[in-house]
């Protein structure tokens, strides 16, 4: 999973490519890991920059008429990865909003094997976007209300501000996790609020551990080719394109063909055969997760159908 951005390699980019992204301020807590953003060089971050812009230039100007409903409303960008306002099919307006990114995205750093992070004070701000990609206001967080790399990779916040108040301030609906498995085949969008980009494919198949480094994942998305994610893309809701719904949140890739490194996850089956697919992405499924929140989106680990990680 790829590194933050620090300042002087933003200026240089910017200087370089001509285009911004949409935070500056780093945060170290994806420094190695995933689809945060590469510091590996500043060519690589330059490259990533113009890629950016050519593709979402060429979806302006050819879209793909099955992605039109998607957009970017609702999406954040957070300093260093994408994210965005979710709600489950039985959350209410006045309940708490929650944003939804990955585990290790957090600011606290990336969870170790094993690490849960519930109910942590947090003041972190977001980037919310409107539906062409334009900043509309800043969220604050009141505290990190789950985050973890364990099984998944995935963490929300607890924001400041209810989903009916932001749609009163700002005319934006939450994004709604859908809560039935994704389907093979099924033509998704994964929308970057970082790099207000939208990549869009189709669901590829499953891979039943998805190993990097140290961490695994359980029954992970494989996108088809087309989704070529970036530094900056980790936490991007991957969106059903028929349904509008999020299907899983974006997270990682293999990079340079290695076996089951950071930054080049393989996948494992069910014999222990190992796969590896260079230049193939990947999301982490969401559809557990609404059976884990409850009455004004309170965590509950211990709920019926709750199968994440207990700290």
């Known amino acids: 999973m790829r590194k933050p951005l620090g300042a002087a390699l933003l200026a240089l980019a910017i200087a370089g490519a001509g285009a911004a992204p949409a935070a500056a301020a780093p ?73 939804m990114t990955n585990g290790h995205c957090l600011e606290t750093g990336m969870p170790g094997p094993g690490d849960v992070v519930v109910d942590q004070a947090s003041s972190r701000t977001f980037s919310l976007l409107n539906a062409s990609g334009s900043k509309v206001a800043t969220l604050r967080a009141s505290k990190i209300a789950y985050g973890t790399m364990t099984d998944t990779d995935v963490a929300f916040y607890q924001l400041t501000t209810t989903y009916a ?18 389907v093979k085949g099924t033509a998704i969008t994964v929308a970057s609020g970082y790099w207000k980009r939208l990549y869009s494919c189709n669901i590829d198949g499953f891979a ?55 930054n080049n996850p393989c996948e494992v089956d069910e014999s222990g055969n190992v796969t590896v697919r260079q230049g193939i992405n990947y999301a982490q499924e969401t559809y557990q997760i609404p059976a ?20």
């Open 27 to 99: 945060v170290d807590s994806a420094a190695s890991f995933g689809k945060g953003l590469d510091t590996g060089s500043v060519t690589s971050v330059v490259n990533d920059t113009v890629a950016s812009t050519a593709d979402t230039l060429g979806q302006v100007l050819s879209p793909n008429a099955k992605a039109k409903a998607v957009n970017f409303a609702g999406t954040v960008a957070l300093s260093n990865c994408s994210g965005s306002v979710v709600r489950f099919p039985a959350s209410e307006d006045n309940d708490p909003a929650l944003v």
């Open 165 to 182: 108040q932001i749609k009163s301030s700002y005319s934006i609906n939450a994004l709604t996790v859908a809560d039935t498995h994704p």
């Open 208 to 262: 039943y551990r998805l190993k990097e480094g140290d961490w695994t994942f359980k029954d992970s998305v494989r996108y088809t080719s087309a989704c070529n994610t970036i530094g900056g893309t980790s936490g991007s809701p991957v969106i059903d394109q028929a349904s509008n719904k999020v299907v899983a949140v974006n997270n990682t890739g293999n990079e340079s063909g290695e076996r089951c490194t950071v």
């Open 292 to 311: 884990c929140f409850g009455v004004d989106n309170k965590l509950d680990l211990n709920a019926s159908g709750c199968v994440l990680p207990k700290p």
